[in-house]
Antibody
Framework: QLQLQQSGPGLVKPSQTLSLTCAISGDSVSSNNAAWNWIRQSPSRGLEWLGRTYYRSKWFRDYALSVNGRITINPDTSKNQFSLQLTSLTPEDTAVYYC?????????????????WGQGTLVTVAS | QSALTQPASVSGSPGQSITISCTGTSSDVGAYYLVSWYQQYPGKTPKVIIYEVTQRPSEVSNRFSGSKSGNTATLTISGLQAEDEADYYCCSYAGGTSVLFGGGTKLTVL
């Protein structure tokens, strides 16, 4: 059974960098048919897709325009996990952050949906 | 890009059918067959119930179904049960590196 286990701080100061890690069991971060996403949820912004990384002969990374320039998602094949770094935090970045798997392909064509979710990490940006 | 538009709340009685709409644009919902729906109970993680507009994961009840017409996708729940009371979110690929979610709909079973 695939499981995603998140770790990282729950409180970060404004202007600092958020770092979260997602450990994968039951699948491989290097899978040819999986994308590894970060999604956040807050009362003010709802659900918001932040970005993803996936492997297709080489590593790819896609980021949402709303956080592009502040976000980095990296795979760690030695530990079978992936991470999120989000810089220059403001109180608007306060949210529950989820690591999420999504299939890359359905019936041979590119697809976009999210089938396995981590437990979520409440991140509060405050001094 | 703006979030997809969903009604804030819908309600129905046990046994009835309800629909939840998800309205986007010709650049997202209308452009791709890549709409998914998620069910979320309070304090829990979202769970996919529909993907690729109409596809249902094997473990999801066949009372849940999806459709799309133009820029609007629709989730239908038939034979409403008390356990269906939850928040529901739609999601659509919107081209490039854009994935949009709806604002969510709270379903109340009367």
């Amino acid at each position: 059974q695939l499981q995603l286990q998140q770790s990282g701080p729950g409180l970060v100061k404004p202007s600092q960098t958020l770092s979260l890690t997602c450990a994968i069991s039951g699948d491989s971060v290097s899978s040819n048919n999986a994308a590894w996403n970060w999604i956040r949820q807050s009362p003010s912004r709802g659900l918001e897709w932040l970005g993803r990384t996936y492997y297709r002969s080489k590593w790819f990374r896609d980021y949402a325009l709303s956080v592009n320039g502040r976000i980095t998602i990296n795979p760690d094949t030695s530990k079978n996990q992936f991470s999120l770094q989000l810089t220059s935090l403001t109180p608007e970045d306060t949210a529950v952050y989820y690591c999420v798997r999504g299939p890359l392909y359905y019936l041979g064509t590119t697809t976009y949906y999210f089938d396995y979710w981590g437990q979520g990490t409440l991140v509060t940006v405050a001094s | 890009q703006s979030a997809l538009t969903q009604p804030a709340s819908v309600s129905g009685s046990p046994g009835q059918s309800i629909t939840i709409s998800c309205t986007g644009t010709s650049s997202d919902v209308g452009a791709y067959y890549l709409v998914s729906w998620y069910q979320q109970y309070p304090g829990k993680t979202p769970k996919v119930i529909i993907y690729e507009v109409t596809q249902r994961p094997s473990e999801v009840s066949n009372r849940f179904s999806g459709s799309k017409s133009g820029n609007t996708a629709t989730l239908t729940i038939s034979g409403l049960q008390a356990e269906d009371e939850a928040d529901y979110y739609c999601c659509s690929y919107a081209g490039g590196t854009s994935v949009l979610f709806g604002g969510g709909t709270k379903l109340t079973v009367l």
